[in-house]
C-alpha cells in the first residue's frame, strides 16, 4: 500500500544545515498537499511547512527564512532545506502527503511514516 519514507535526518552542530527527503511509495495516481511535521520531546506534533500541488508553500514562523519546502513530482518526493539550524528545532520530523490512488476518484493522507530524527546541539 501507500508509504511514506523519510530519510536525511543526522546530529549537527547550531549553525549547520540538513536537507530532508521523503518518498511516497505505492500505487498513487496523485498527490495533492504535501507537509513537513515535527515533534519534539514533551511537545505535540506541529506542522512545519507547506506545499501545495502547485507549489504555494507556508511556514510557521519559528522557521521563516531558515527552511525550504520543495517537491519533485516525478519522484513522489518532497524536500526540506533547513538552515541555521538552532537546538530547538531538535526532533522527529515526518512527512504528509494526500494521495489519489490508482483507481480511486478521490483523495485520502497517507499514514504517518516512522520520522527522521534532527538533533542540534548547542
Known amino acids: 500500500q501507500v508509504q511514506l519514507v523519510e530519510s536525511g535526518g543526522g546530529l549537527v552542530q547550531a549553525g549547520g544545515s540538513l536537507r530532508l527527503s521523503c518518498v511516497v511509495s505505492g500505487r498513487i495516481f496523485r498527490i495533492n498537499n504535501m507537509a513537513w511535521y515535527r515533534q519534539a520531546p514533551g511537545k505535540q506534533r506541529e506542522s512545519v511547512a507547506t506545499i501545495s500541488s502547485g507549489g504555494s508553500t507556508s511556514y510557521t514562523n519559528s522557521v521563516k527564512g531558515r527552511f525550504s519546502i520543495s517537491r519533485d513530482n516525478a519522484k513522489n518526493t518532497v524536500y526540506l532545506q533547513m538552515n541555521s539550524l538552532k537546538p530547538e528545532d531538535t526532533a522527529v520530523y515526518y512527512c504528509?502527503?494526500?494521495?489519489?490512488?490508482?483507481?480511486?476518484?478521490?483523495?485520502?493522507?497517507?499514514?504517518w511514516g516512522q520520522g527522521t530524527q534532527v538533533t542540534v546541539s548547542s
Open positions: 504528509r502527503a494526500d494521495v489519489q490512488p490508482v483507481g480511486a476518484d478521490y483523495y485520502t493522507p497517507v499514514p
